[in-house]
């Protein structure tokens, strides 16, 4: 069966620090992984997905399928990247997500 | 506003009581999703619809819930003889037929008393 595995619940950082948050998945087809992101008091929307290999707000993530990783990555924090973050992996034709626990991210001045 | 909405916002009921949900999602998005979160848990899949099929359920969805999309419009997502283990958040999303990234609802939060 398929998981996400997002093994920090908090993450604390100083402004200007680098950030990784990580996500490991267990599926045993060809994986699609997202990272969605909740700010505080808003709903949850979708921050960026591996096939797009974008940068969506200085953020990051490399589908590493030797380590079944995806780890969300962005070099320099900042105050408004606190947020809660969550990583998820599409399964089946149906565009259905497995979702991670999360992991609140808090960025500290 | 053209997102997706959800009807209420809270919801406070009592043991047994029924309570029905509604969504309506982005009007050209012919798929819609629920699903359930609970306190320190990420959302967990309940069931979509495609226009008006619903084409899959989650395990998590015992007989006491219902979902109807009529019309392939606005769903709903009925718990009937609601358990104090029903208390969650109850999100919906849409995704457009040619997308990938859903669009989330803000969610109802049912508390059962």
């Known amino acids: 069966a398929q998981r996400v595995t997002q093994p920090e619940k908090l993450l604390s950082v100083f402004k200007g620090a680098p950030v990784e948050l990580k996500c490991n998945y267990s599926y045993s087809g060809s994986p699609e992984l997202f990272w969605y992101v909740q700010y505080s008091r808003q709903r949850l929307q979708l921050l960026l997905r591996?096939?797009s290999r974008e940068s969506i707000k200085g953020f990051t993530a490399d589908l590493n399928k030797g380590e079944t990783s995806f780890h969300l990555k962005k070099p320099f924090a900042q105050e408004e990247d606190s947020a809660m973050y969550y990583c998820?992996?599409?399964?089946?034709?149906?565009?259905?997500?497995?979702f991670g626990t999360g992991t609140q991210l808090k960025v500290e001045l | 506003d053209t997102g997706v909405s959800q009807d209420p916002r809270h919801k406070i009921t009592k043991r047994g009581q029924n309570v029905t949900f509604r969504c309506d999602p982005i009007s050209e998005h012919n798929r819609l999703y629920w699903y359930r979160q609970t306190l320190g848990q990420g959302p967990e899949f309940l069931t979509y619809?495609?226009?008006?099929?619903?084409?899959?359920k989650s395990r998590l969805l015992s007989d006491r819930f219902s979902a109807e999309r009529p019309k392939g419009s606005f769903s709903t997502l009925e718990i009937q003889r609601t358990e104090q283990g029903d208390s969650a958040m109850y999100l919906c999303?849409?995704?457009?037929?040619?997308?990938?990234?859903?669009?989330f609802g803000s969610g109802t939060r049912l508390t059962v008393v």
């Open positions: 619809f495609q226009n008006e099929a619903q084409l899959e």
């Open positions: 591996h096939i």
């Open positions: 999303a849409s995704v457009n037929p040619t997308g990938y990234g859903y669009t």
């Open positions: 998820a992996l599409r399964t089946g034709g149906g565009n259905k997500l497995t």
